[in-house]
Protein backbone atom coordinates (compact mmCIF):
# COMPACT_ATOMS: atom_id res chain seq x y z
CA UNK A 1 0.00 0.00 0.00
CA UNK A 2 1.18 3.72 -0.99
CA UNK A 3 2.10 5.57 1.63
CA UNK A 4 -0.10 9.01 1.89
CA UNK A 5 1.94 11.94 0.77
CA UNK A 6 2.31 14.22 3.78
CA UNK A 7 0.34 17.77 3.87
CA UNK A 8 2.13 20.64 3.21
CA UNK A 9 2.56 23.10 6.23
CA UNK A 10 -0.34 26.02 5.62
CA UNK A 11 0.94 29.57 5.44
CA UNK A 12 0.53 30.12 9.01
CA UNK A 13 2.29 27.14 10.16
CA UNK A 14 4.90 27.73 8.20
CA UNK A 15 5.80 31.51 9.60
CA UNK A 16 4.79 30.32 12.72
CA UNK A 17 7.56 28.25 12.75
CA UNK A 18 10.29 30.34 10.93
CA UNK A 19 8.50 33.14 14.24
CA UNK A 20 9.23 31.11 16.57
CA UNK A 21 12.84 30.12 15.60
CA UNK A 22 13.68 33.55 15.02
CA UNK A 23 12.85 34.40 18.33
CA UNK A 24 14.61 31.33 19.95
CA UNK A 25 18.03 32.50 18.21
CA UNK A 26 17.14 36.34 18.70
CA UNK A 27 16.92 34.90 22.70
CA UNK A 28 20.02 32.90 22.53
CA UNK A 29 19.29 29.69 23.29
CA UNK A 30 19.12 26.72 21.60
CA UNK A 31 16.75 23.90 20.74
CA UNK A 32 18.07 21.46 23.23
CA UNK A 33 18.24 24.24 25.99
CA UNK A 34 14.57 25.58 25.63
CA UNK A 35 13.81 21.55 25.45
CA UNK A 36 14.92 21.28 28.97
CA UNK A 37 13.47 24.36 30.31
CA UNK A 38 9.69 23.54 28.81
CA UNK A 39 10.54 19.91 29.83
CA UNK A 40 9.62 18.96 25.90
CA UNK A 41 11.73 16.30 23.89
CA UNK A 42 14.05 17.95 21.31
CA UNK A 43 12.13 16.71 18.24
CA UNK A 44 9.34 18.57 19.66
CA UNK A 45 10.78 21.83 19.38
CA UNK A 46 12.57 20.47 15.63
CA UNK A 47 9.07 19.95 14.67
CA UNK A 48 8.05 23.05 15.20
CA UNK A 49 10.73 24.69 14.05
CA UNK A 50 9.84 23.46 10.71
CA UNK A 51 6.25 23.44 10.13
CA UNK A 52 5.85 19.66 10.43
CA UNK A 53 3.72 20.07 13.64
CA UNK A 54 1.44 22.57 14.39
CA UNK A 55 2.29 24.43 17.77
CA UNK A 56 -0.63 25.11 19.78
CA UNK A 57 -1.66 28.47 21.27
CA UNK A 58 -0.72 27.33 25.33
CA UNK A 59 2.47 25.97 23.44
CA UNK A 60 3.72 29.34 21.34
CA UNK A 61 2.20 31.21 24.63
CA UNK A 62 4.95 28.73 26.71
CA UNK A 63 7.81 29.41 23.83
CA UNK A 64 7.17 33.24 23.77
CA UNK A 65 7.51 33.33 27.71
CA UNK A 66 10.75 31.36 27.53
CA UNK A 67 12.27 33.69 24.53
CA UNK A 68 10.72 36.92 26.67
CA UNK A 69 8.87 38.07 23.99
CA UNK A 70 6.46 41.00 24.54
CA UNK A 71 4.22 43.01 23.13
CA UNK A 72 2.70 42.87 19.30
CA UNK A 73 5.56 40.50 18.22
CA UNK A 74 3.65 38.48 20.37
CA UNK A 75 0.17 38.95 19.47
CA UNK A 76 1.22 38.26 15.95
CA UNK A 77 2.94 34.92 16.63
CA UNK A 78 -0.04 33.72 19.00
CA UNK A 79 -2.28 34.75 16.37
CA UNK A 80 -0.76 32.68 14.03
CA UNK A 81 -1.60 29.36 15.99
CA UNK A 82 -4.80 29.70 15.44
CA UNK A 83 -6.46 28.42 12.11
CA UNK A 84 -8.50 31.24 10.97
CA UNK A 85 -8.48 30.06 7.07
CA UNK A 86 -7.30 33.08 5.32
CA UNK A 87 -4.55 34.39 6.91
CA UNK A 88 -4.25 38.19 7.69
CA UNK A 89 -0.66 39.51 8.54
CA UNK A 90 -0.38 41.84 10.93
CA UNK A 91 3.47 41.69 11.46
CA UNK A 92 5.22 42.79 8.02
CA UNK A 93 8.12 41.31 8.66
CA UNK A 94 6.31 38.09 8.59
CA UNK A 95 4.49 39.10 5.94
CA UNK A 96 7.33 39.77 3.49
CA UNK A 97 9.14 36.74 4.50
CA UNK A 98 6.66 34.44 3.74
CA UNK A 99 5.67 35.51 0.51
CA UNK A 100 9.06 35.18 -0.56
CA UNK A 101 9.49 31.85 0.60
CA UNK A 102 6.68 30.84 -1.44
CA UNK A 103 7.80 33.13 -4.29
CA UNK A 104 11.13 30.80 -4.13
CA UNK A 105 8.76 27.52 -4.33
CA UNK A 106 6.47 28.59 -6.99
CA UNK A 107 6.63 27.60 -10.34
CA UNK A 108 4.92 30.45 -11.96
CA UNK A 109 3.98 33.82 -10.55
CA UNK A 110 0.76 35.95 -11.75
CA UNK A 111 0.77 38.97 -10.74
CA UNK A 112 -1.81 41.79 -11.42
CA UNK A 113 -1.38 45.89 -10.91
CA UNK A 114 -4.23 48.08 -10.97
CA UNK A 115 -3.97 51.55 -9.08
CA UNK A 116 -0.09 50.91 -9.05
CA UNK A 117 2.76 48.69 -11.17
CA UNK A 118 2.77 44.94 -10.52
CA UNK A 119 5.39 45.03 -6.81
CA UNK A 120 7.76 42.48 -8.63
CA UNK A 121 7.65 45.25 -11.29
CA UNK A 122 8.61 48.77 -9.29
CA UNK A 123 11.56 50.17 -9.60
CA UNK A 124 13.13 51.33 -6.02
CA UNK A 125 12.07 55.21 -6.75
CA UNK A 126 8.42 54.26 -7.73
CA UNK A 127 8.09 52.00 -4.93
CA UNK A 128 9.04 54.92 -2.30
CA UNK A 129 7.00 57.26 -4.41
CA UNK A 130 4.22 54.94 -3.65
CA UNK A 131 4.81 55.82 -0.18
CA UNK A 132 5.63 52.20 0.82
CA UNK A 133 8.07 51.66 4.33
CA UNK A 134 11.72 51.03 3.45
CA UNK A 135 11.75 47.36 4.88
CA UNK A 136 8.91 46.95 1.84
CA UNK A 137 11.23 48.68 -0.89
CA UNK A 138 14.34 46.64 0.40
CA UNK A 139 12.21 43.22 0.62
CA UNK A 140 11.19 43.91 -2.92
CA UNK A 141 14.33 44.45 -4.09
CA UNK A 142 15.51 40.43 -2.82
CA UNK A 143 11.99 39.23 -4.16
CA UNK A 144 12.94 40.68 -7.74
CA UNK A 145 16.12 38.54 -7.58
CA UNK A 146 13.78 35.15 -8.66
CA UNK A 147 12.19 36.98 -11.68
CA UNK A 148 14.57 35.18 -14.05
CA UNK A 149 14.07 31.51 -13.03
CA UNK A 150 10.66 31.47 -13.21
CA UNK A 151 7.91 32.43 -14.98
CA UNK A 152 6.41 35.84 -14.38
CA UNK A 153 3.31 37.44 -15.94
CA UNK A 154 2.09 40.55 -15.00
CA UNK A 155 -1.18 42.18 -15.94
CA UNK A 156 -1.27 45.87 -15.29
CA UNK A 157 -3.76 48.37 -16.39
CA UNK A 158 -3.53 51.04 -18.79
CA UNK A 159 -4.02 53.58 -15.75
CA UNK A 160 -1.63 52.25 -14.30
CA UNK A 161 0.79 53.01 -16.66
CA UNK A 162 0.13 56.80 -17.33
CA UNK A 163 -0.48 57.40 -13.37
CA UNK A 164 2.02 59.42 -12.15
CA UNK A 165 3.91 58.20 -9.12
CA UNK A 166 6.93 60.50 -8.24
CA UNK A 167 8.41 62.91 -10.57
CA UNK A 168 8.51 63.04 -14.27
CA UNK A 169 11.99 61.40 -14.13
CA UNK A 170 11.08 58.91 -11.85
CA UNK A 171 7.98 57.45 -14.21
CA UNK A 172 10.25 57.85 -17.08
CA UNK A 173 12.53 55.39 -15.86
CA UNK A 174 9.59 52.85 -14.14
CA UNK A 175 8.21 52.90 -17.58
CA UNK A 176 11.76 52.15 -19.23
CA UNK A 177 12.44 49.41 -16.96
CA UNK A 178 9.08 47.38 -17.94
CA UNK A 179 10.47 47.40 -21.53
CA UNK A 180 13.67 45.85 -20.12
CA UNK A 181 11.81 43.36 -18.45
CA UNK A 182 9.63 42.61 -21.25
CA UNK A 183 12.28 41.55 -22.74
CA UNK A 184 13.64 38.48 -20.75
CA UNK A 185 12.34 35.37 -21.58
CA UNK A 186 10.33 34.40 -18.20
CA UNK A 187 9.13 37.70 -18.07
CA UNK A 188 4.98 38.15 -19.88
CA UNK A 189 3.65 41.84 -19.45
CA UNK A 190 0.13 41.83 -19.87
CA UNK A 191 -1.82 45.70 -20.48
CA UNK A 192 -5.55 45.78 -19.98
CA UNK A 193 -6.22 48.97 -21.99
CA UNK A 194 -8.37 51.55 -21.45
CA UNK A 195 -10.96 50.30 -24.80
CA UNK A 196 -11.51 46.84 -22.73
CA UNK A 197 -13.61 48.58 -20.23
CA UNK A 198 -14.90 47.65 -16.80
CA UNK A 199 -12.57 44.22 -16.02
CA UNK A 200 -13.28 42.03 -12.65
CA UNK A 201 -9.26 42.46 -12.10
CA UNK A 202 -7.87 43.43 -8.85
CA UNK A 203 -4.67 43.84 -7.40
CA UNK A 204 -3.05 40.55 -6.25
CA UNK A 205 -0.55 37.81 -6.55
CA UNK A 206 -1.08 34.33 -7.62
CA UNK A 207 1.26 31.36 -7.15
CA UNK A 208 1.30 28.67 -8.77
CA UNK A 209 2.75 24.68 -7.84
CA UNK A 210 3.11 22.50 -10.33
CA UNK A 211 -0.68 22.27 -10.83
CA UNK A 212 -1.36 20.70 -7.28
CA UNK A 213 -1.89 23.76 -5.38
CA UNK A 214 -2.12 27.39 -5.96
CA UNK A 215 -2.18 30.66 -2.89
CA UNK A 216 -3.04 34.01 -3.54
CA UNK A 217 -1.79 37.13 -1.65
CA UNK A 218 -3.30 40.46 -1.60
CA UNK A 219 -0.72 43.01 -0.22
CA UNK A 220 -2.24 46.55 1.65
CA UNK A 221 0.13 49.06 3.61
CA UNK A 222 0.29 47.86 6.80
CA UNK A 223 -0.75 44.45 6.46
CA UNK A 224 -1.30 41.34 3.73
CA UNK A 225 -3.59 38.62 3.13
CA UNK A 226 -2.56 34.94 2.06
CA UNK A 227 -5.68 32.90 0.88
CA UNK A 228 -4.61 29.09 0.43
CA UNK A 229 -8.00 26.96 0.60
CA UNK A 230 -9.05 25.76 -2.63
CA UNK A 231 -12.66 27.41 -1.82
CA UNK A 232 -11.21 30.88 -1.32
CA UNK A 233 -8.42 30.51 -4.57
CA UNK A 234 -11.05 29.48 -6.56
CA UNK A 235 -12.85 32.79 -8.22
CA UNK A 236 -8.66 33.99 -8.65
CA UNK A 237 -7.86 30.84 -10.84
CA UNK A 238 -11.17 31.52 -13.15
CA UNK A 239 -10.27 35.40 -13.57
CA UNK A 240 -11.48 36.46 -17.26
CA UNK A 241 -8.76 39.04 -17.32
CA UNK A 242 -6.52 37.32 -20.11
CA UNK A 243 -9.48 37.86 -22.40
CA UNK A 244 -9.64 41.57 -22.51
CA UNK A 245 -5.63 41.77 -21.93
CA UNK A 246 -3.31 42.78 -24.61
CA UNK A 247 -0.56 40.24 -26.11
CA UNK A 248 2.82 40.47 -25.05
CA UNK A 249 4.04 42.19 -28.30
CA UNK A 250 0.66 44.80 -27.97
CA UNK A 251 1.60 45.21 -24.64
CA UNK A 252 4.54 46.46 -25.18
CA UNK A 253 4.18 48.45 -27.80
CA UNK A 254 1.45 50.38 -25.75
CA UNK A 255 3.78 51.09 -23.06
CA UNK A 256 6.85 52.15 -25.40
CA UNK A 257 3.81 54.88 -26.94
CA UNK A 258 2.97 56.08 -23.18
CA UNK A 259 7.02 56.73 -23.14
CA UNK A 260 6.78 58.65 -26.19
CA UNK A 261 4.18 61.03 -25.09
CA UNK A 262 5.85 61.90 -21.77
CA UNK A 263 7.90 64.42 -21.25
CA UNK A 264 11.44 64.07 -23.00
CA UNK A 265 14.76 63.80 -21.59
CA UNK A 266 15.55 67.72 -22.00
CA UNK A 267 12.42 68.15 -20.26
CA UNK A 268 12.88 66.51 -17.32
CA UNK A 269 16.13 68.30 -16.26
CA UNK A 270 15.49 69.89 -13.12
CA UNK A 271 12.86 67.34 -11.93
Known sequence: ????????????????????????????????????????????????????????????SALLAVYRVTGERRSALLTLSRDIGPWWFGDVSLQWKALAQYEKEATKIVEFGTVLLP????????????????????ARRERQKMLGQKKFVAYIDEGAL?????????????????????DRPTVELRVIPFSAGAHPGGAYVLLEFGGTRSLVYQER???????????DV??????????????????????????????????LLGQ
Open 162 to 182: RRQVGGPRVMANQLQHLVAMA
Open 119 to 138: GLLQTPSYARAADLPAAAVE
Open 234 to 267: EPYLQSTVDAVALDPARSVRLIESVIEARPQRGD
Open 221 to 231: RRYGLILHRPV
Open 1 to 60: MLAMPKPKPTPQARALAEGLRDARRAAGLSATEVADRLAWSQSTISRIETGARAASAEEV
